[in-house]
């Protein structure tokens, strides 16, 4: 069983930078693929960036693409979103997730831990 916390998030003004950090208790952290995901409100949850449980494969959405980052850390238990770049669209609740999946699956449902989330906001 693994937990996650995230922790980096706050109030910036776009064009600024963020680092999000999620990190994970427990055993076996390298087992999981790990994911970020965002929930604007009154909108879905949708999916951000994905990364394998070696590091090597990373995944992205359209629209966060060539601005944000994902990158983990298993000797630390840790993985971390840098997003450059930001625009008000960006606002929303940002969640880090766990899937237990051995192939490429990116769909939300696939990803069984979820942390609390941690709230972005971008002004203009």
């Known amino acids: 069983q693994v937990q996650l916390v995230e922790s980096g998030g706050g109030l910036v003004q776009a064009g600024d930078s963020l680092r999000l950090s999620c990190t994970a208790s427990?055993?076996?952290?390298?087992?999981?693929?790990m994911g970020w995901f965002r929930q604007a409100p009154g909108k879905e949850r949708e999916f951000v960036a994905a990364?394998?449980?070696?590091?090597?494969?990373?995944y992205y959405a359209d629209t966060v693409k060539g601005r944000f980052t994902i990158s983990r850390d298993n000797a630390k238990n840790t993985v971390d979103l840098r997003m450059d770049n930001l625009n008000p669209e960006d606002t929303a609740v940002y969640y880090c997730?766990?899937?237990?999946?051995?192939?490429?699956?990116?769909?939300?449902?696939?990803?069984?831990?979820w942390g609390q989330g941690t709230q972005v906001t971008v002004s203009s």
């Open positions: 427990g055993r076996d952290f390298s087992n999981y693929r």
């Open positions: 997730a766990a899937s237990p999946s051995l192939t490429s699956d990116n769909r939300l449902e696939s990803f069984k831990v």
């Open positions: 990364i394998s449980r070696s590091g090597i494969r990373t």
